[in-house]
């Protein structure tokens, strides 16, 4: 063989030698690359290939009822409830002819025009929603249609089966599931429950096909709400407040009948109010708050059952102590005047009440001092503070401490002007009267149950004593002669003692100068029977027209109120 040749053969081997080498490194590449896909991240890649063939889908809690007594309902009526209505949506891309289906749609789904629809489907490749809250008759003739790509499903859906009742204390619930005002908002986390997840098997293009059986996390329900509102009751006061506003051409109204001995509120309402079924429609949101826990007004005369409680605790007066009464008293360069513009001569603290004498509070005022009356109104009537009644927007009101202004400004708190509070406030304050010197602490719900069928019963312990027993009486029995000899004679129940007192209230301007010449706010808050008060009743009229005082205003209210609940509750008259 030539040499040629040899080094031809050399070359051939070398060649076929560096191909083996590579396909044999390629083939370890290769069987590596195998080794790392199909052992190392072996779990990675079953997921992966499970996620393409499973998905996870939520199941929705039932969200909590709102529950109020009712004792011919048989204990226990759903104010707050869901029903199941339907959801319409669309996959667009499984649409053949979006403009027809758009002109058959929008005949159906009401509030929804034709090119709404269509703009939604030819701007949108995947699931849209069309329509919410249907009707059985309107998903029953969208099924009709058999249009492909438009489908119907479940949605359930808040109600509320006696409309406007109680609205403000309820709240709504959004299209989003999320509770806005009232009860709704407050308790929107305990209300709504957690979801929970299942299985579902899908095809390549994410399509549902079924749903597996395997749940991940089970759903847990909202707890229901059992309120200490009472129905029958809950409706009068809203026929009553609502009759009060509209006779004297007022821009709003509120009224609260609370339980003394326990702070249960067994009616609050506001007028005007709205139909939580029917929020979209409001305009104007003022309508969702609850005025009587929210507002904050100067309480003006109401306020001096509260300056009287005071005096007589600290024995710095009894009802029969006497003070000279010249009509004016002057301070920091300021006059204080009575309203009727009238000097009364000798008067006692219980003509005081009767008469409604600013003078008069006054007087009671620098007997006890600055300190002590801002203690009082601060630490022990709670005025300045939220009661932590169950509701969103509480207001907490303001009390000038003693440095911050003059003799003259704190002389007008005890009357109830320079101080603001709630109407919530105000009630909590005479129930302290009414019970016999223990504030309570307000509340609507009486008791939580649990999707296990537990229940939370709301503590009812008065929280302290603020004023003594003898005091309390005392103030009793002189606001007893304040509906029978004084300015409180239209709140009167015949057959009955009731104790109360009259607030014509002054509007502050807007603009810090002064207050309306020819508004007011007028009040009365009146409990009975009063040897044994099973009843504190406010009504609050914002503004009523060409009525000057509150007699005339608020009073009857109260004693419309009174009346019904003494005969409700079966309370005999005194013999």
């Known amino acids: 063989m030539t040499e040629k040749g040899q080094v031809d053969i050399r070359k051939s081997t070398k060649r076929i030698r560096f191909v083996l080498m590579t396909l044999v490194l390629c083939g370890l590449v290769g069987f590596g690359r195998l080794f790392y896909l199909q052992i190392i991240q072996h779990s990675y890649y079953v997921e992966a290939a499970m996620s393409q063939h ?30 199941t209505l339907n959801l319409v949506f669309a996959a667009p891309e499984e649409i053949k002819n979006k403009e027809e289906a758009a002109k058959r749609l929008s005949a159906v789904i009401e509030g929804t025009e034709e090119s709404k629809i269509l703009s939604l489907l030819v701007n949108n490749h995947t699931y849209v929603v069309l329509g919410r809250r249907l009707s059985y008759e309107a998903a029953e ?23 406007k ?17 009232g009860l709704e908002q407050y308790f929107n986390e305990e209300l709504s429950g957690s979801p929970g997840q299942y299985k579902a098997e899908i095809d ?23 309120l200490t509102i009472n129905r029958d009751v809950q409706t009068e006061a809203e026929k009553i407040i609502g009759q009060t506003v509209k006779k004297f051409s007022a821009e709003n109204g509120s009224i609260i009948v609370m339980n003394p001995e326990n702070g249960e509120i067994l009616a609050m309402a506001n007028a ?40 007589l605790d600290t024995g710095k007066i009894e009802p029969d102590t006497r003070y000279e009464d010249t009509g004016k008293i002057v301070l920091d360069g300021n006059k204080i005047m009575n309203s009727d513009k009238k000097a009364n001569g000798w008067q006692t603290m219980t003509q005081v009440l009767e008469k409604s004498l600013n003078t008069g509070t006054t007087f009671i ?14 630490h022990k ?23 911050e202004v003059n003799d003259h400004t704190y002389a007008t708190m005890s009357f109830g002007q320079s101080i603001t509070v709630t ?23 009486a008791e939580m149950i649990y999707p296990n069928g537990d229940k939370a019963v709301t503590d009812n312990r008065p929280i302290r004593e603020i004023i003594s027993p003898e005091a309390a009486t005392k103030l009793k029995q002189m606001m007893v002669s304040v509906v029978e000899n004084g300015h409180g004679k239209q709140a009167g129940v015949k057959g009955y003692n009731i104790a109360g007192k009259t607030g014509t209230a002054q509007i502050p301007r807007e603009d810090g100068r002064g207050y309306y010449a020819n508004k007011n706010i007028g009040s009365f808050i009146g409990f009975g029977p009063a040897e044994s008060p099973r009843f504190v009743v406010l009504v609050k009229v914002d503004a009523p027209k060409g009525i000057p005082w509150a007699e005339t205003s608020a009073a009857p209210a109260v004693s419309n109120m009174l009346d019904f609940l003494f005969k409700y509750y079966k309370i005999p008259p005194m013999e």
């Not at 889908?57 to 029903?83: C, H, S, W």
């Not at 009709?144 to 808040?158: D, H, K, L, M, Q």
């Not at 300045?384 to 907490?396: A, M, R, S, V």
């Open 54 to 83: 499973w998905a996870q889908d939520t199941i929705q809690p039932k969200r909590g009822k709102i529950f109020v007594r009712d004792d011919m309902a048989g204990g226990l009526y759903p104010l707050a409830d869901n029903e």
């Open 141 to 163: 003739k969208i099924r009709a249609f058999n249009i492909s790509g438009i489908y119907i499903t479940p949605e359930s859906v808040r109600y509320y089966p006696e409309g």
């Open 165 to 181: 009742l109680a609205s403000q204390l309820l709240g709504y619930v959004d299209l989003s599931g999320e509770g806005k005002y």
């Open 204 to 226: 390549p293009t994410g399509k549902k096909i079924s749903f597996g059986d395997t749940i991940l996390k089970e759903a847990v329900n909202g707890i229901d709400l059992v």
């Open 272 to 311: 005007p109010s709205f139909n939580p079924n029917e929020y979209q429609s409001v305009r104007d949101y003022g309508l969702f708050k609850n005025s009587a826990v929210s507002d904050l007004f100067e309480p003006g005369s109401i306020f001096k059952v509260v300056t009287m409680a005071c005096g």
């Open 365 to 378: 005022m620098q007997q006890i001092g600055k300190s002590v009356f801002y203690d009082y109104l601060t």
């Open 381 to 403: 009537f709670n005025f300045g503070t939220k009661t932590g009644i169950e509701q969103p927007l509480e207001g907490e009101g303001r009390v000038y401490t003693p440095e």
């Open 423 to 445: 109407p919530l406030q105000m009630i909590t304050s005479f129930a302290a009267v009414a019970n016999g010197g223990k504030l309570v602490k307000p509340h609507l719900v």
